[in-house]
Every structure is written in C-alpha cells, then in structure tokens.
C-alpha cells in the first residue's frame, strides 16, 4: 500500500518542508485568481531587497570591525547566526530563499570589540554539488536535475528515484548536551566548533530514536534536558513524537545517545500530517499545535518522478481546526482533553507558563496559511508593483495568547468561558465530554498594525521560559522580511521600535546583563544587513530596557539576511 511504502521509504522527506526561518507572514502557494484578489494590504512602494539573497563568499578567518558607540564591555561571547549564503552552483540555480547553502556567521564580542567571520557548512550535499558543479541533491522548492552526461534512458530511470536526503542544516544553532549544532527540520544534524564554525560531525536523528527529523527549535528545562518534536511514518500512518534526549553525556564523544520519545500522536489523516517549524513547553506540559497546514506524502514522495518541488506537497486546508495537544512531560501522557481554535498558522512560539490551573500559550500567528511560494527567489528579487503585489497577498501574523483551562472533568459545565482569569479577553468553552474551543486574546494595540506585525519571537529565556513574564522582542515585518526591531510589553501592550529605512535586522536576541535581577536587564543583538548600501552590514546592540542604541560593530563584506541564531555566552 502507499502509506507501507511511505513506512519505510519516506526516510525523512516529509519533514524536508524547512520553514526554516518562518518569516512572519506565511502561506501557500494560491491560484492566479485568488493572488489577484485576495489582498491583506494595500502597502504601495516597498523598495527592492534583490541584494539580501545573493550569495556570499565565506571568511574563514576573523576580520576586525568597525565600531560605532559603544559595545558593552560585559558581553563576552560568540553570537552565532545560520542561513542560505549561497544561491547557484555552476550554472544552475535554486528556486527557493529556503533552498541556498548553509551559511554560518560568528561575531565574537570581548573587551568592547567585535570580529566576524563565517563558513560554510560542509555537508555531504554542498561538496556533492561543487564537484559536479551543478545542483546534486533536491531541496524544498529545487528539484535536483538528472544528470546531462547520461543518456535518455538513464535520465528517464532516474525520475523513479527517492529524492536524496539534504543535510544543507541552515535554520539555526541548537544545543545538545552543551556541544552546538546546525540544524534544518530532516533527520540531520552538524556539529560545529563555535569557536572556528569548522563542521565536526553529521549526527542523524533516526540511528537514536524513530523519528524522521527534528524540529530546529528544540525546549530545554533548567537542568540541561532537552526537548524536541519529530514525525515517523509507519503502517499505521503518521506520527507526531515528543522527543526527549538528556542533559549530560555518558561518555565524551557522545551526541544523542540515550534520547527517547515521551509520548507519540497519531496524525488524524494519516496521510497528511500536518506541518509545524516549533511547539510550545511549560514547566511540566509539552504542547503541540497542531495546524491545518497539511504535508500530502503522497505528492512529496514521488516530487522528483512528477518534477515537483517539495513544497508542491504542502498546503493549507482551512476547513480544518486548529488542534492543541497537551502531554504531560514528566508521564509522556497525552491529555485526553482536545483543545480546538479557528485555523490558524503558527510558526514560532513566544512563552508557554502554568498558572492556577491554566496553560498559557502566547505565539505568533496568522488567520491565513497561504503564501510560502512568496519566498521564492524570483519573487524576492522583484521591485515596483510586482513587489507591493507579492507583500499584499501575504497575511500579517500577530502575537496571541490562548488560555487553556487543566482542570476540566465530566462535571464541568458546557458552554461556559471556562478562563476565570482576571484582565484577560481569551475564551475557553467546553463544548463536549473532552472537548475545548478556545479563541485567542491579541498581546498588541493596534500601533502594532504600522509595523507589519511581529514574528521571530524572543524572550529573557534563561529567566522567564516556562514562567510568568512581561517583555517579549520581535522584528516587525513591513516587508517581506524584518525590516524593524519591536519590544513588546505586556503590561499595557506598549511597544517600543527600533526601525531606520533600508535597514533589515534579523531577530533580536537577549542577552542578559551579569547579575541582573530584572527581567530586561540587557541587551538586545541583531545583525542589521543594508541590500542597498554596499558593504555596511553591521552587529547592533541595543540596550534591552530603554530600546536604545548603544553601538554597531561594521563589518565590511555582504552578508545575505539569514534565519536563526543563538549567543554563546564565554563568562
């Protein structure tokens, strides 16, 4: 049958949908009907970003900057950033912004001073494709080609092929047992040096535990214990599994050795998981959204037989509910209440906490999933009025906040808001046995609306993950990439905005001051790329409470925007 053939053949390509940076405004691809009439905006004379997605060369060794203000002397460490750096191998190109090369960027900040230097991931795929000088090994939205120098029959065999799995790991830096990581959504991993960004090891997800990839967005406790999610795909269909690997290694050369799945959840359409680039964890929850934003494994399975992108095998069933898991971490029990939202998508959550008897989920999301296929080169690199076009069919995300009430038994009454919670506009309805409809309260004013939104979501995580918490930080989207800097507090909804045109940051991370008790005690890092200003990349710093900046460190080379990344704190 397809699905025993999807068993044990799919390996890890369903998950090969990379939503990689899931930039804020998300979707599908639409008909030429729906693109023309279906409009979010009405933004007129966006300015071209073509020069964010041209490829870069690496530099393997550490340049000087040039300072501007003043970077704090108490940051010490390795800001670490990963993405596409690079678009075309020989003559052939990729389709996709998801597609290019992983690119790694470390800026190394002591004593006030900041140098830079990247490389590139060498992944089987990227010295696969520079031998042969031509794209080797399909990626979300590129078919690898047959080869030319084979004649018609061999060509037309290959088309019956499996797409190879790619190990191009260009989302983001992850952490497992204190050794650092790049990693995509497919069953492989890197291990890299942070300090050199030279590529150690290929880990595979599936000799450790049977799952078909991880997410690049992996929840770890206080302890050091990691949480991550992963599909399988097995006779009985599609599964959703919650992934937990520990927090010290047994001996030294070990990656994931003793990871286990907490709890496994079957896929109500077989067939047809649905896709998801994060999840949320409370002290003692893990939640799965479960989104209406389909994967056909039919379609990606026999993408290069049809000469089909990847991403052709992903769309959005807006019929459906959006659904939320909840499984117990510590019993890997999955909840046998079902919580239930209008559709939605959502790629990056913001905070997951606890509190009297309530699960609080705040996330970025939007009401429409259509609209990936925006992100493809072509449409990236245009200007005027197909650009405007292109950015007015995307649907804006926004941060919400759904209330989920614990302690619901048989003898809770149905149709009642079950959130009891003070100051709060979420609803939770029971509306049958185990059974909760829940819609959203908006965590913004309407100021936020100037701004495009706000995706790439980031917290005080050391101190505020899994609790209660006030500020959260983002880049607000009047593009189609991050084009702003927003801090967000809660207390209020105010917001305060770092923006300057034709500057693009990418997410801001925290970095806590040394010893600090309050909660935005720090500083904020972002790389600010400038696609029309030749050479002026540069590292902001912004003070955490007052939004304000306090130095840049120049670098002088093109750097193209990546995705995710994290801050190697040295102290």
Request: with cysteine; glycine share 6%; hydrophobic share 35%.
């Amino acid at each position: 049958t397809i699905l025993t053939q999807i068993g044990s053949t799919f390996h890890n390509y369903a998950q090969n949908f990379r939503s990689k940076s899931l930039l804020s405004p998300k979707g599908w691809k639409k008909t030429r009907s729906q693109n023309k009439d279906q409009h979010f905006t009405d933004v007129l004379g966006l300015p071209c970003i073509e020069n964010l997605v041209c490829s870069a060369d690496e530099t393997p060794e550490p340049i000087a900057t040039t300072i501007t203000g003043n970077i704090p002397s108490w940051i010490k460490g390795n800001f670490l950033r990963n993405g596409p750096g690079k678009f075309e191998i020989g003559r052939s190109s990729f389709n996709h912004w998801f597609d290019g090369m992983a690119l790694m960027h470390q800026f190394h900040i002591e004593d006030g001073k900041v140098t830079y230097m990247s490389r590139f991931l060498n992944s089987d795929c990227y010295k696969e494709n520079l031998e042969h000088n031509r794209i080797m090994v399909s990626e979300f939205g590129t078919i690898a080609m047959p080869d030319p120098c084979k004649n018609f029959f061999q060509r037309f065999l290959s088309r019956f092929e499996l797409p190879k799995p790619s190990d191009n790991a260009n989302v983001s830096f992850v952490q497992y047992k204190g050794d650092y990581y790049v990693s995509t959504e497919t069953n492989f991993m890197h291990k890299i040096d942070p300090q050199t960004l030279e590529t150690k090891e290929k880990v595979d997800w599936s000799k450790f535990v049977a799952v078909n990839g991880a997410t690049a967005h992996p929840h770890v406790d206080p302890d050091g214990t990691t949480y991550n999610m992963g599909n399988s795909y097995t006779r009985k269909g599609a599964f959703y599994n919650i992934i937990m690997v520990p927090s010290k290694k047994v001996n030294p050369n070990d990656t994931l050795e003793g990871a286990t799945v907490v709890c496994s959840i079957p896929s109500e359409d077989k067939s047809k998981p649905s896709y998801y680039h994060s999840f949320a964890m409370s002290e003692n929850y893990v939640v799965f959204i479960e989104q209406p934003i389909k994967m056909d494994l039919l379609k990606i399975v026999t993408s290069k037989l049809r000469g089909k992108g990847i991403n052709e095998g992903v769309y959005w069933d807006p019929k459906r509910n959006t659904v939320f898991h909840v499984i117990n971490k510590h019993t890997g029990k999955l909840s046998l209440i079902k919580y239930y939202a209008k559709p939605l998508s959502t790629f990056h959550q913001i905070n997951c906490y606890e509190e009297n008897g309530f699960l609080i989920i705040d996330m970025c999301c939007s009401d429409d999933g259509q609209a990936i296929n925006n992100y493809l080169i072509q449409n990236l690199k245009k200007s005027g009025n197909a650009l405007d076009e292109v950015y007015n069919t995307v649907c804006r995300v926004f941060p919400r906040r759904f209330v989920l009430p614990l302690n619901m038994d048989s003898h809770t009454p149905c149709g009642q808001n079950l959130n009891t919670r003070l100051n709060n506009t979420a609803t939770a309805i029971k509306t049958d046995k185990n059974k909760v409809f829940c819609t959203h309260e908006d965590l913004h004013g309407d100021d936020l609306h100037e701004f495009g939104g706000l995706e790439f979501p980031h917290i005080n995580y050391s101190m505020c993950n899994s609790c209660p918490y006030r500020y959260f930080y983002g880049c607000g989207f009047r593009h189609l990439v991050g084009d702003s800097l927003i801090k967000m507090d809660l207390q209020g909804k105010q917001i305060k905005v770092w923006k300057h045109a034709g500057m693009y940051p990418s997410e801001p991370i925290f970095v806590s001051s040394p010893g600090a008790v309050e909660e935005d005690d720090g500083a904020i890092l972002s790389v600010v790329i400038t696609p029309n200003q030749d050479k002026s990349t540069f590292l902001l710093v912004l003070d955490a409470k007052t939004f304000e900046e306090l130095g840049r460190a120049e670098v002088p080379i093109n750097i193209p925007y990546g995705f995710h990344g994290t801050f190697q704190n040295r102290h």
